[in-house]
């Protein structure tokens, strides 16, 4: 009997083993032996020490004893059960035969034959347990240890009071999961149980028995012979495969030695002729790789042989084609300022020569590497050519030095438009006042006009020069080419000359972008205004065309810039005489214009230039000389095509307050005190931030609004603003800039900012920018 936690382990074999000595007595193996009662008790109690001594002897033959032993798993809620498991498969019949040796007279010592036979009975060891986790901890255990058990005997229902609650077979499903060679049999009192659903819970079925109890002790070990006898009949099948695989490995190899002999005496003999295979098709490979154009020719420049990019490079349409040119002749008929007999001359090898060819009207920038072959008289008589075409790296790097070129213009102009508006500002300050003061009619009124429109005009020259430089103030969002170029072109009309045509064509419905409309319009206005420009002498057609961008057009913007397909094409085209090539790469300089003195500032194509790279898009020209021009204005596309709804124009308020106005030209603080003053405004100006910062916090409730220049030393209007708002949080403010790259409406409406103005101050705007701010507050 065994306890809950504590498992029995009995061994025992189903037959006697024989005692050394008394097969000695008997003289031959089988024959009877008459012994005394107690030399058959002695035989008995010895019985199993006896059987441990025979299975070493067992050892020498064929037969392992280890081979025959096999573990039995028996889980149980009935520890009578438990016990009847261990009689049967380790006891019952051992006993009978011991009883009846030590009361017979006549005692018959087992043979050679026998001891081989009860060597080759199965040898059970029963581990039993009365509860569903010792059992499983056992499994775990035996695994961990290479020991699995050979048969589980466990019980349908275990420790379950209800019949119908199967919970040996959860366990059964558990143990499968751990091992999937152990023969598995449940048994249950019931006759009826639901085999289907065992057999689909428990896999496979071949591995698992049902045996009613109660059962036949017979039966019980029968079933258990059979299983151990099937475990053991795939172990020697194993044996048995892995054996004949072995074979089947050693032949195998035999086979293939064979086979290597025999392949190895045929390809001594074709060894000579792989090699010389294969140094032909690497030359070949080598030769024929489209990176570079590769040729060779006799001494007299006739081509013998070249590859496919040399073929594509020289104008041929194949390399069979080129056969038998002559690349002295082509080189010449390129355009090559030296002949390649004088670059070959005396020299066997030219590497890195740069040159410059023409083909079909483009230029074509070649590396040029050449390799020559002379015979033992110095003659002549094989020249070998590597040339790469450089002409994309070429073409990238133009576009990067004008990329460049074009930046630091920008920066130039930028600076000098700011500077210029602190000086348009104090110019038109002070002609808005003496107007103002001026008698209406009088000389005086008319002269400041002339003044006032003339700062007008520098302020607007001002203004191309920002938008070049891409630092002008700009409201980007959502907005329809189609409707925008249709009304430009109305626009332009009646100053186009009647001898130009206008041909529209919009070749898409998806032509959103997020832009200025301004910008746009004066994109259009520049372009075309050139266009029609061109053609003024002789007529011609001035084409626009709005169209989307596919991989196949022959122009499309860079790649760093994304795929073609995100981009919508705007093409002015005109059918003038073209753009001279000499003055091709200074277009799109400032100032910088073909036309006469007083036709043209030489801004509108630098100002086009800096509003694409501004609205993060791309311009190219296509120039075919006497045939006429073309630009293409590559803008990214945008799915949002609502529009904001534009602000009412805020209603001039004059009123009483007081205002801080600070800038860093004490001229521009003089205007502002004034204008502000004429108006009924108390005005308290500062030329620094940082004491304007101070009167600020030391009377921060005497003022109405704060006025303040962006660009000033040791503190900007932005950060200026922001310490006064940390104050005052409720105080309208005014920013007034040149140009910034930094300011932005949301960027000020996040930090608290009311509004902001551009230089040069005219008093109509500041006016209303304060009525929009006191009306608000």
């Avoid at 059964?172 to 009826?192: F, G, K, T, W, Y």
């Avoid at 040029?368 to 590597?386: C, K, P, Q």
């Avoid at 102009?413 to 300050?429: E, Q, R, Y």
């Avoid at 004429?678 to 409730?701: M, N, P, Q, W, Y």
Wanted: aromatic content about 6%; charged content about 25%; proline content about 4%.
């Amino acid at each position: 009997m065994v306890s809950d936690k504590t498992k029995q382990k009995h061994t025992a074999t189903s037959g006697a083993p024989t005692l050394k000595e008394s097969s000695s007595r008997a003289g031959a193996s089988g024959s009877s032996l008459n012994l005394s009662f107690s030399e058959r008790l002695f035989y008995i109690s010895n019985k199993r020490s006896i059987a441990a001594l025979n299975r070493k002897q067992l050892e020498k033959t064929s037969v392992s004893p280890n081979n025959r032993r096999f573990r039995v798993l028996a889980v149980d809620h009935d520890k009578g059960m438990l016990t009847r498991y261990r009689d049967v498969l380790c006891f019952e019949g051992e006993e009978a035969a011991e009883l009846e040796a030590l009361f017979n007279d006549d005692v018959k010592l087992p043979s050679q034959d026998d001891i081989r036979a009860e060597a080759e009975n199965p040898i059970f060891e029963v581990d039993s347990f009365t509860n569903a986790s010792d059992a499983l901890k056992a499994v775990h255990k035996s695994i961990k240890h290479d020991d699995p058990f050979a048969i589980a005997l466990i019980d349908l229902h275990l420790n379950s009071t209800n019949t119908a609650t199967m919970l040996g077979v959860d366990l059964a499903e558990e143990i499968r999961a751990l091992d999937q060679h152990i023969e598995i049999v449940l048994l249950s009192p019931q006759a009826s149980v639901p085999l289907k659903e065992i057999n689909k819970r428990v896999l496979p079925p071949e591995k698992l028995l049902f045996l009613q109890k109660p059962f036949q002790s017979a039966e019980l070990k029968q079933i258990a012979a059979s299983l151990s006898s099937k475990r053991e009949l795939e172990r020697r099948l194993y044996i048995l495969n892995e054996t004949l695989a072995s074979e089947v490995e050693v032949r195998t190899s035999e086979l293939n030695a064979a086979n290597r002999r025999l392949r190895l005496d045929i390809s001594k003999r074709a060894a000579v002729l792989r090699e010389l295979q294969a140094s032909e098709q690497r030359y070949r490979l080598l030769f024929e790789k489209n990176i570079t154009g590769n040729f060779a020719s006799d001494g007299d420049g006739l081509i013998l042989d070249c590859n496919m990019a040399f073929a594509n490079m020289f104008g041929f349409d194949s390399p069979q084609h080129a056969s038998g040119a002559d690349v002295f002749k082509l080189w010449t008929a390129m355009g090559a300022e030296e002949p390649l007999s004088n670059i070959l001359r005396g020299k066997e090898r030219v590497t890195n020569l740069e040159v410059l060819l023409q083909r079909d009207g483009m230029d074509l920038y070649l590396l040029a590497n050449f390799d020559t072959v002379r015979n033992s008289d110095g003659v002549l008589t094989e020249i070998r050519g590597y040339i790469f075409d450089m002409s994309e790296p070429k073409r990238l790097e133009e576009q990067l030095r004008q990329s460049q070129k074009m930046e630091a213009l920008g920066t130039l102009a930028g600076g000098i438009a700011h500077d210029f508006n602190n000086i348009l500002g104090v110019i038109l300050g002070y002609s808005e006042i003496i107007q103002n003061s001026a008698e209406p009619e009088s000389g005086l009124a008319r002269r400041v006009g002339e003044i006032t429109r003339a700062g007008k005009r520098a302020r607007d020259l001002v203004n191309q020069i920002l938008n070049f430089s891409r630092q002008g103030p700009q409201e980007r969002h959502p907005i329809t080419l189609t409707p925008l170029i249709k009304e430009a072109l109305k626009l332009l009309r009646s100053s186009v000359p009647t001898n130009v045509g206008i041909i529209t064509r919009i070749e898409t419905d998806k032509d959103s972008v997020l832009a200025d409309p301004t910008q746009i319009h004066q994109i259009m206005l520049n372009l075309c205004g050139n266009a029609s420009h061109a053609m003024q002498k002789h007529g011609g057609t001035l084409t626009v065309t709005l169209s989307d961008v596919t991989n196949d057009d022959p122009i499309i913007p860079p790649a760093e810039l994304g795929k073609p397909e995100r981009f919508v094409r705007l093409s002015v085209e005109d059918t003038g005489g073209g753009i001279a090539p000499d003055v091709v790469a200074r277009i799109f300089d400032p100032f910088f214009t073909t036309k006469k003195q007083g036709e043209g500032t030489g801004m509108g194509l630098a100002m086009v230039h800096g509003i694409v790279k501004r609205h993060d898009g791309y311009l190219e020209l296509k120039n075919t000389p006497g045939e006429g021009a073309g630009f293409h204005v590559f803008l990214p596309k945008t799915d949002d095509a609502a529009r904001p709804v534009a602000e009412a124009a805020t209603e001039l308020v004059f009123r009483q307050g007081r205002i801080l106005f600070i800038d860093d030209e004490k001229p521009l603080t003089d205007i502002g005190r004034e204008m502000l003053e004429s108006c009924g405004f108390e005005v308290v100006t500062r030329t620094s931030s940082i004491e304007a910062l101070e009167a600020f916090k030391h009377r921060a409730d005497d003022f109405d609004l704060v006025i303040t220049d962006q660009t000033m030393p040791n503190m900007t209007g932005m950060e200026l603003a922001r310490e006064i708002l940390k104050i005052r949080r409720n105080i309208p403010i005014i920013l007034c800039t040149g140009f910034s790259d930094a300011v932005s409406y949301d960027r000020l409406r996040d930090l608290g900012i009311g509004d902001f103005i551009m230089k040069p101050i005219l008093k109509h705007d500041l006016i209303a920018s304060i009525s929009r701010q006191l009306s608000q507050d």
